[in-house]
């Protein structure tokens, strides 16, 4: 009888595992599906807003158009740190894939510095524009710019902010399986932001200076 309980029990043991095995898969799959969808509604908020602009953007209500505001150099050297940011991040990739803790963290650092410069020139920006007078109320151009902007600012604070307690889950529990599946999850938002980004550029600061 004792010969036969181990095989008896095998069965179970093994419907037991696998049953574990596909939880914890269904479970990375529900996440990675959920930040997916998070991420094109997202794409909704910017289309929207980028709609706006588009339809607003030349109503200046005889005020200052974006060639008497922007300070394009100094927009330029805000573009490079977010892009320079996304690099960074893909370093702190491939760290993480070999398995090395603290490149991990030393590259998500130097993402989260860039960010931060990124955020400082913005605030620098908004700072100055505010005290010539360009504010949201100033015209339809200008509550358009700033919602547009704003809004993707508010996006890389939220980033940020998220890299920061990634760091500190990193330097608790190390690269666990669902700390992995964070930082990827953070990747996507970064690169998701810098895109957005280089529509912003683009769409506002370029065109509005060129044009």
């Not at 949201?136 to 509550?143: G, Q, V, W, Y």
Request: proline share 2%; hydrophobic share 50%.
């Amino acid at each position: 009888m004792s010969a036969t309980t181990p095989s008896a029990e095998a069965p179970e043991f093994f419907v037991r595992s696998t049953h574990d095995h596909d939880d914890g898969h269904h479970h990375e799959t529900g996440t990675m599906i959920g930040f997916w969808i998070y991420l094109m509604s997202d794409c909704l908020i910017f289309g929207s807003l980028f709609a706006v602009y588009a339809v607003l953007g030349n109503n200046y209500a005889a005020g200052p158009s974006p060639k008497d505001l922007f300070d394009i150099d100094m927009i330029l050297v805000s573009t490079f740190m977010l892009l320079f940011s996304s690099i960074t991040y893909g370093f702190a990739v491939l760290r993480m894939q070999m398995n090395d803790l603290k490149g991990t963290q030393l590259w998500l650092i130097i993402t989260g510095l860039f960010g931060l410069g990124f955020l400082y020139l913005e605030v620098l920006e908004f700072t100055h524009l505010w005290h010539e007078g360009a504010t949201p109320m100033a015209s339809a151009f200008l509550s358009s710019f700033y919602t547009l902007v704003g809004t993707h600012g508010l996006h890389v604070t939220g980033g940020v902010i998220w890299l920061i307690t990634l760091l500190i889950q990193l330097s608790l529990k190390g690269l666990t399986h669902e700390n992995q599946r964070r930082v990827m999850c953070l990747s996507m938002f970064w690169h998701f932001l810098d895109l957005i980004w280089i529509g912003v550029f683009s769409f506002v600061y370029l065109t509005g200076v060129l044009l």
